[in-house]
């Protein structure tokens, strides 16, 4: 573990979804969880779930009962994943981290005016339905609403949500179709091993958010 296993995870060009779902659970003692997948189908790649408009193929739960399926032993996730391969590698939230989700335009606003404000900032993935998702301590979907309430803003005029309990994250290398890959926009390093808490991140979120969508009180 240490330094060099947490600086590994980043590592995934040509890797296989198994081989980075065991390092999620090794490394950052993550759950991960098998979506979905992509097959082929009459010459085009289709959402293993049969839906032809499916909004996230091949970045979703396969399963109703994904969450119970959710798992940190590496023995398990070898077996998981031996038995469908392809599958997608999401991470449950509300387990060792909340994730706040934004645009990706004021998720990348937010990063430069925290890198101005020298804030610690946790892992964050950027997906490729422009969405970018910032990972927090649990706690945050209780938190986050008072706060952006605290700084000016109204919530529910905020293109911001909290993910949680019964939420996940589509983790690289997992694909959305022909949308292209998830990647890592911050990534899991021995530097943000230890998460920011939500209220440390949230005001250049929800600036970034304002400014994005021209809301206010």
């Avoid at 981290?97 to 610690?120: H, K, Q, S, W």
């Avoid at 990534?187 to 994005?212: F, K, M």
């Amino acid at each position: 573990m240490g330094v060099r296993a947490a600086g590994q995870i980043p590592r995934q060009r040509g890797e296989q979804p198994l081989d980075t779902a065991v390092r999620y659970a090794e490394e950052r003692h993550w759950d991960v969880v098998p979506g979905a997948w992509l097959e082929a189908v009459a010459g085009a790649e289709r959402c293993s779930c049969g839906e032809a408009a499916c909004p996230a193929p091949g970045a979703h739960p396969a399963h109703t009962e994904w969450q119970a399926q959710a798992t940190g032993s590496a023995t398990v996730v070898r077996k998981l994943w031996t038995a469908q391969p392809r599958a997608s590698v999401l991470l449950p939230t509300g387990r060792a981290f909340d994730a706040i989700d934004v645009p990706e335009t004021a998720g990348f606003l937010a990063l430069a005016r925290m890198e101005r404000m020298e804030l610690a900032l946790g892992p964050v993935t950027r997906s490729p339905d422009r969405r970018m998702q910032f990972f927090v301590l649990p706690g945050a979907v209780d938190k986050v609403p008072g706060l952006v309430r605290s700084l000016g803003w109204l919530p529910a005029r905020l293109d911001l949500t909290v993910l949680g309990a019964g939420d996940y994250v589509a983790a690289p290398p997992t694909r959305f179709g022909s949308a292209g890959a998830v990647q890592w926009a911050s990534r899991p390093t021995q530097a943000n091993r230890w998460l920011p808490d939500a209220e440390n991140v949230i005001s250049p979120l929800a600036y970034a958010c304002g400014r994005d969508v021209g809301a206010g009180v």
